[in-house]
């Protein structure tokens, strides 16, 4: 059984202007985040920041060098007014077999499809996920490359926590125990609870009055 932080492969934020996001992340953490790629046909971009050789962070919103697509963007970015916490990715290394291992114990975590994005340097990254169900329910990703994003990502941002707030835990328990995943979960209003620091000071989301909530 991993942990949570242990098996996670990135967080991702989305957002309606990744510039403004990377700019208020920098001034509150001293972390400026490094540019991704564009994801083509999606209408998307990414920004990174490393947690560690394995794990990162991704802030995700509109690529206005693309053509608007006919079809929402992924994570609800058409839909935001500011930035959220949308969703996590846990890594594993081979996906059919853990498809196969989490259906036997009851549940599905849908189809895999394949993806991918070149980043600024001209290095295609390529890989295979499967649905985001929900924020707190993690959806899978096997890298089809040796360049994980996080080892040129921009480093010096630290994961403190990464917990789950749900309206039946029970529930939640029970998928992230057919993926080998153990986390802090609470009830309420669904939501991944994530507090990161950096070298001038810490974010948390949701906010402080989400929370209250």
Same mark, same amino acid.
């Given at each position: 059984?991993?942990?949570?932080?242990?098996? %996670?492969?990135?967080?991702? %934020?989305?957002?309606?202007?990744?510039?403004?996001?990377?700019?208020? !992340?920098a001034?509150?953490?001293?972390? &400026?985040?490094?540019?991704?790629?564009?994801?083509?046909?999606k209408?998307?971009?990414?920004?990174?920041?490393?947690f560690?050789?394995?794990?990162?962070?991704?802030?995700?919103?509109?690529?206005?060098?693309?053509?608007?697509?006919? $079809?929402?963007?992924? $994570?609800?970015?058409?839909?935001?007014?500011?930035?959220?916490m949308?969703?996590?990715?846990?890594?594993?290394?081979?996906?059919?077999?853990?498809?196969?291992?989490?259906?036997? @114990?009851?549940?599905? #975590?849908?189809?895999?499809?394949?993806?991918?994005?070149?980043? #600024?340097?001209?290095?295609?990254?390529?890989?295979?996920?499967? *649905?985001?169900?929900?924020?707190? &329910?993690?959806?899978?990703?096997?890298?089809? &490359?040796?360049?994980?994003?996080?080892?040129?990502?921009?480093?010096? !941002?630290? =994961?403190?926590?990464?917990? @789950?707030?749900? #309206?039946?835990?029970?529930? =939640?328990?029970?998928? *992230?125990? @057919? =993926?080998?995943?153990?986390?802090?979960?609470?009830?309420?209003?669904? @939501?991944? %609870?994530?507090?990161?620091?950096?070298? *001038?000071?810490?974010?948390? $989301?949701?906010?402080?009055?989400?929370?209250?909530?």
């Amino acid at each position: 059984m991993r942990t949570s932080i242990a098996a %996670l492969d990135h967080l991702v %934020l989305a957002t309606p202007d990744i510039a403004a996001t990377a700019a208020w !992340l920098a001034e509150q953490t001293g972390v &400026t985040p490094s540019a991704g790629g564009q994801h083509t046909g999606k209408g998307t971009r990414n920004v990174l920041c490393s947690f560690g050789p394995t794990s990162y962070l991704e802030i995700v919103g509109p690529d206005h060098e693309q053509t608007t697509p006919t $079809f929402p963007r992924p $994570f609800g970015i058409d839909d935001l007014t500011e930035a959220r916490m949308v969703a996590w990715a846990v890594a594993v290394p081979d996906m059919e077999t853990v498809l196969g291992e989490a259906r036997r @114990a009851g549940y599905d #975590p849908g189809p895999a499809s394949a993806m991918q994005r070149v980043r #600024p340097d001209g290095v295609t990254l390529s890989w295979h996920l499967t *649905l985001n169900l929900s924020a707190t &329910t993690p959806f899978l990703i096997e890298w089809g &490359t040796p360049h994980h994003p996080a080892s040129t990502a921009a480093p010096g !941002l630290e =994961l403190s926590q990464l917990r @789950a707030r749900h #309206p039946h835990p029970e529930l =939640l328990e029970s998928h *992230l125990d @057919a =993926l080998g995943i153990s986390m802090g979960i609470m009830p309420g209003p669904e @939501a991944l %609870l994530v507090e990161l620091h950096g070298p *001038l000071g810490s974010v948390a $989301f949701p906010s402080a009055e989400d929370v209250r909530l």
